[in-house]
């Protein structure tokens, strides 16, 4: 398992370094840590959202996104992206709203209309898994499929059992986020989430649903599946079927493809 690296003050000093208060409008954005994730441009690009790039690559070029370059802070790259996921309330300190895209995913609708559609008055909002609805059942197959060492999970499982967390209790995708980010139950929640990662797994979506039901925080869903709505196309990762091609296999299939995306 990699070292953490969670000294508060390094930390502190890492957010300061990449912090953007040129931004008052709603910003989309995305990280891309250990050139692991190919950046997607947009064709129907919104001009009333800023969109932002945060990424290890010097070599990453976009005519959409706004690239900011920065080193790792971790020895691990994917949990230096996770910064930038869970403190967009200290990333962009003048913007109210914010959506995470995960760069596994592509924009394919228009931005407006997805605002407009499901935003309203909701502090945060996630798509629900496609699969799943329960952190045990998660946790099962992240340890099946090898995707953090099986004492780990194992250990977060069990303190959240003790805890008196419920079985089928919802299961977010972590891969779109929407915020108010600056509202003080959600800025609270994602500094719990962050405690969460650096305690037990880094796979974010046993935690996320723990922490929610912990704060007493009612979770958003949008409507519309995450792999069957207009605004977002799943591709994880490159050599895998679309999300769109996928929609038309069996489920046993499906469950299958997914969970080696996921």
């Given at each position: 398992m990699e070292t953490r690296n969670t000294d508060n003050k390094l930390l502190d000093s890492f957010i300061t370094s990449v912090r953007d208060s040129s931004i008052s409008q709603r910003v989309v954005y995305t990280a891309i840590f250990g050139n692991i994730d190919v950046l997607k441009e947009v064709d129907n690009k919104d001009l009333s959202v800023s969109y932002r790039c945060f990424t290890d690559n010097r070599n990453l070029k976009s005519n959409t996104w706004k690239i900011t370059y920065?080193?790792?802070?971790?020895?691990y790259p994917r949990l230096t992206a996770k910064v930038f996921k869970l403190f967009p309330n200290l990333i962009f300190p003048n913007s109210e709203e914010s959506l995470w895209v995960d760069a596994t995913f592509s924009i394919t609708g228009n931005l407006t209309e997805f605002f407009d559609e499901y935003i309203k008055d909701k502090p945060i909002i996630f798509f629900r898994h496609p699969l799943r609805d329960c952190v045990y059942k998660?946790?099962?197959?992240?340890?099946?499929?090898?995707?953090?060492?099986?004492?780990?999970?194992?250990t977060q499982i069990n303190d959240y059992k003790a805890l008196g967390m419920p079985k089928k209790n919802g299961l977010v995708h972590g891969g779109i986020i929407f915020r108010k980010h600056h509202r003080q139950?959600?800025?609270?929640l994602m500094e719990d989430w962050w405690v969460q990662i650096n305690k037990y797994s880094i796979r974010d979506q046993l935690s996320l649903n723990f922490v929610a039901w912990m704060n007493g925080i009612e979770l958003?869903?949008?409507?519309?599946?995450?792999?069957?709505?207009?605004?977002?196309?799943?591709?994880?990762?490159?050599?895998?079927?679309?999300?769109?091609?996928?929609?038309?296999?069996?489920?046993?299939?499906?469950?299958?493809?997914?969970?080696?995306?996921?």
């Open positions: 920065c080193e790792d802070l971790f020895a998660e946790a099962k197959i992240c340890a099946l499929l090898g995707k953090d060492e099986d004492a780990i999970i194992k139950e959600i800025s609270k958003h869903y949008f409507t519309k599946r995450i792999l069957d709505n207009n605004f977002f196309e799943w591709g994880r990762p490159d050599y895998l079927p679309k999300a769109s091609f996928l929609k038309g296999f069996s489920q046993k299939i499906l469950t299958t493809w997914i969970n080696i995306a996921g």
